[in-house]
């Protein structure tokens, strides 16, 4: 039987993780708009969270062609970690 501080560890690494990924998708879709204010408080939030990731990823995966493809790599890799996490809480927390 699944312990409430099971399920609360599980839906905090989900959550965590998922505001991550979507940290990392807004970040992505704000490049495109023309002329935003890099110093703008919202953009300068999202690197901060994002860059501590991202920037590893970006000295090791070349871009291809003037695309960046770092952060869908990034995403791929955050959700398996994920999912290997929560497995892992699920396992420690049924068994």
């Given amino acids: 039987m699944m312990t409430s501080m099971g399920m609360i560890l599980i839906n905090f690494v989900n ?14 879709l704000l490049t495109w708009i023309p002329g935003l204010n890099p110093y703008h408080p919202v953009v300068r939030a999202l690197a901060s969270i ?27 890799v955050l959700q398996l970690v994920q999912e290997f996490l929560v497995r892992f809480l699920v396992y420690a927390f049924y068994m």
Avoid: H, K, N, Y
């Avoid at 965590?16 to 992505?28: K, M, Q």
């Avoid at 994002?50 to 995403?75: F, H, K, N, Q, W």
């Fill in 50 to 76: 994002t860059d501590p990731i991202l920037e590893p990823a970006r000295r090791i995966i070349p871009p291809i062609g003037m695309i960046d493809i770092s952060p869908i790599v990034v995403i791929i």
């Fill in 15 to 28: 959550l965590f993780f998922t505001i991550l990924t979507w940290a990392i998708i807004i970040r992505v």
